[in-house]
């Protein structure tokens, strides 16, 4: 009963998401808007990695890199079309998750957070100096305006609706993940590999598992990321980036996909609110989250017991009846 009234919640916002543009066309908000959304996206994979997995990566900038420069360079050169290039962004961050994966998820704690850190450093350089390819420090601009199925969508209404659409997609591949048999296996994995082993759960396989849908889903968001911004470089793929986007999915509460959606949505709006501080923006920033953190180190939605209010919910339910 509760998670059907948690889904009806789910089904509203996203009904006033659709309602949205129809009563604020302002081209500032719903630039705030497609922006927060993607970084819900973006948290929702590092919440799946860390939050539920227990896997510490600080070099997650470098899957969103890989699937913005690989939607760029098919887009601009190719002339490929907006999904075709998200689904190649997919395959290929998928696969530089998958060669990353193999070899270091034997490894525990922040020897894993180290190598992330590592190949975030590797591939920005590999953007840096592979001229021929990425146009070095120069970027690559004018990318092509997002196409699908050869019409040209240029409105911010047409991008929002667009990444709205993989945000709620994303979400429920996230969410049918975490409460599926894969997500029970990964929680416990996260808890205590070696009891999680013991219990016949193939801990290197779902590490990878998980691993590789989380710099999926990273890639898709960068390839949608090239065509929104329409022009990448390298110094946005930075470990600084990865470390911005991991405290959005702690600051919500590790293990709780709505704390991650609240959570990203705070700190892409909160920016934005504080602007007018100009040069103390940074600085008061900061502060708030200092101060959060310190109230609530689990996030907004981290300590946040579902079971306890289940219980709660039907102990109440009966106490009606009777």
């Given amino acids: 009963m509760v998670a059907c009234h948690i889904n009806k919640i789910a089904f509203v916002s996203v009904l006033l998401l659709l309602m949205f543009p129809l009563v604020n066309q302002s081209a500032y908000t719903l630039r705030i808007a497609t922006v927060a959304m993607m970084y819900i996206m973006i948290a929702l994979s590092l919440n799946l990695l860390t939050g539920f997995c227990g896997l510490m990566s600080i070099g997650h900038a470098a ?3 890989i699937g913005a420069y690989t939607a760029a360079i098919l887009a601009k050169n190719l002339g490929w079309g907006m999904g075709t290039c998200l689904i190649a962004s997919a395959l290929v961050s998928g696969f530089f998750g998958m060669m990353l ?142 470390m911005n986007m991991l405290i959005m999915a702690i600051f919500g509460g590790l293990g709780s996909i709505p704390g991650t959606i609240i959570g990203a949505t705070i700190l892409t709006v909160l920016p934005e609110t504080i602007r007018f ?10 502060f708030l989250i200092i101060v959060l953190m310190l109230i609530k180190p689990s996030g907004v939605l981290g300590d946040v017991n579902m079971e306890y209010i289940k219980k709660r919910y039907y102990a109440s339910k009966a106490g009606d009846k009777g």
């Fill in 277 to 286: 501080l100009a040069e103390y923006r940074n600085l008061i920033y900061g």
């Fill in 101 to 242: 994966g193999l070899p270091v998820l034997k490894l525990k704690g922040y020897y894993l957070t180290i190598v992330t850190l590592g190949f975030c450093e590797i591939i920005r350089m590999v953007e840096l100096n592979w001229m021929s390819l990425t146009r070095g420090p120069l970027g690559i601009n004018n990318i092509p305006y997002p196409n699908l199925f050869g019409i040209v969508l240029k409105s911010r209404v047409e991008i929002y609706y667009i990444m709205l659409g993989l945000m709620v997609l994303t979400g429920l591949v996230v969410h049918s993940i975490v409460h599926s048999r894969i997500g029970k296996a990964i929680v416990a994995i996260r808890e205590d590999d070696l009891a999680a082993s013991a219990m016949g759960i193939n801990v290197t396989l779902y590490k990878i598992m998980v691993f590789i849908i989380s710099a999926t889903i990273m890639g898709v968001a960068g390839g949608f990321y090239a065509h929104y911004i329409r022009y990448i470089e390298p110094s946005i793929f930075n470990t600084g980036t990865s």
């Fill in 63 to 65: 899957f969103w890199g």
